[in-house]
């Protein structure tokens, strides 16, 4: 099955500086990778995502990259607000007759923003 | 609000009992999946309904189970708790079986076997 690898498991940034959060997935099938923000007690978020077809997706201060033969993919935050803080996850997603649409999750990474 | 309700938000259960968590979807969305969270970690996939079928699982025992109903709302049923299964529920919904729609995921339900 799929293997999602996130990395770092904690980040601190300070405020104003930019944040880079770095996975790797195990099944060239994968084709759907969303990051998703969930702040403590919460639900996860989708934040932002990207299809296959597509290298580079941006949105506002969010932006993610794919490289497909690689098989990596990160999140880039710019402009690092304390509100950013939360723990990120990335995941991959192949639809399969066995998995139908199941989102294979990274561990996480915890992103503190400091003043 | 994400349109996506789950029931009860906490729960306290004793090791070998059984436990029912519900999940609404959101309005449109016909698929249901169903994620276990232990703390500390990712989400885990446990199982996904789509038009009151299974559509998928993962690696979870028989013992974790489920239905789908008309309006699309679900259960996750799981049977012998066992003190691992402490964990956040997830229920998130979606349209299309096997299409690649972002999921909106519910605030869960936080399970401890005791």
């Known amino acids: 099955g799929e293997n999602v690898e996130q990395h770092p498991s904690t980040l601190s940034v300070q405020e104003g500086d930019s944040a880079v959060i770095k996975c790797t997935y195990s099944?060239?099938?994968?084709?759907?990778f969303p990051w998703y923000k969930q702040e403590l007690g919460k639900r996860p978020q989708l934040i932002i995502d990207?299809?296959?077809?597509?290298g580079e997706k941006k949105d506002q201060r969010i932006a993610v990259t794919l490289n497909k033969t690689a098989k990596h993919f990160s999140l880039h935050i710019t402009e690092t607000q304390p509100e950013d803080s939360a723990v990120y996850f990335c995941?991959?997603?192949?639809?399969?007759?066995?998995?139908?649409?199941?989102?294979?999750f990274g561990k996480g990474t915890s992103l503190l923003v400091t003043p | 609000e994400t349109g996506v309700t789950q029931s009860p938000t906490h729960l306290i259960k004793t090791r070998g009992q059984q436990v029912t968590l519900r999940c609404s979807s959101q309005?449109?969305?016909?698929?249901v999946s169903w994620y276990q969270q232990a703390l500390g970690q990712g989400p885990q996939f446990i199982f996904q309904?789509?038009?009151?079928?299974?559509?998928g699982r993962g690696n979870f025992p028989p013992r974790f189970s489920g239905l789908q109903f008309p309006n699309y709302s679900s259960e996750l049923n799981v049977n012998a708790l066992e003190l691992d299964d402490s964990a956040l529920y997830l229920c998130?919904?979606?349209?299309?079986?096997?299409?690649?729609?972002?999921?909106?995921f519910g605030s869960g339900t936080r399970l401890t076997v005791v």
């Open positions: 998130a919904s979606s349209s299309g079986g096997n299409t690649n729609y972002g999921y909106t």
């Open positions: 099944d060239s099938a994968s084709n759907y």
């Open positions: 990207i299809r296959s077809n597509v």
């Open positions: 995941a991959a997603c192949m639809s399969s007759s066995n998995s139908g649409y199941a989102l294979n």
């Open positions: 309005s449109g969305h016909n698929t």
């Open positions: 309904y789509y038009r009151e079928e299974e559509n």
